[in-house]
């Protein structure tokens, strides 16, 4: 179990009354767990930034019925073999299909996946989730 450190930090009584808002919103139990996720998400953040490993998902909406877009989405998973971990797919309703592609590798190599696939015709929309090994954050 790592140690527990305390530190006080000076703020803007407006900047804390807005953080106050805001992790209650967020349902926080307090100030500290709050910081604790900024400073994770950062960290998280300079890992990607530095093309370290990485975890996330690739989500994709597209149009099953525009002509050979599924066997283009399918070419592109088979490119990226040791990137993706695994997928699910979808069926939203007669036209559109969703697919979440589990992935874990270097940062670029995620990123490219996820650029790959957004420039499919027939994709309308595509997000890439990246978050951390778990590594870095411990």
Avoid: P
């Avoid at 100030?31 to 996330?56: H, T």
């Avoid at 939203?92 to 979440?100: F, S, W």
């Amino acid at each position: 179990m790592s140690e527990i450190a305390r530190f006080g930090v000076s703020l803007d009584k407006s900047l804390l009354e807005k953080f106050d808002r805001l992790i209650k919103a967020r349902r926080y139990t307090n100030r500290s767990e709050a910081i604790r996720d900024l400073i994770r998400q950062e960290l998280v953040r300079e890992e990607w930034e530095k093309g370290r490993e990485v975890v996330g998902a690739v989500t994709i909406v597209y149009d099953h019925h525009q002509r050979a877009v599924l066997n283009k989405i399918n070419d592109i998973q088979h490119e990226f073999l040791d990137t993706i971990i695994s997928t699910q797919h979808i069926h939203l309703d007669r036209h559109n299909c969703c697919e979440i592609i589990a992935v874990r590798g270097r940062a670029g190599d995620v990123q490219r996946l996820s650029d790959t696939l957004k420039s499919v015709k027939g994709v309308r929309h595509e997000t890439l989730n990246m978050s951390s090994t778990g590594k870095a954050i411990e």
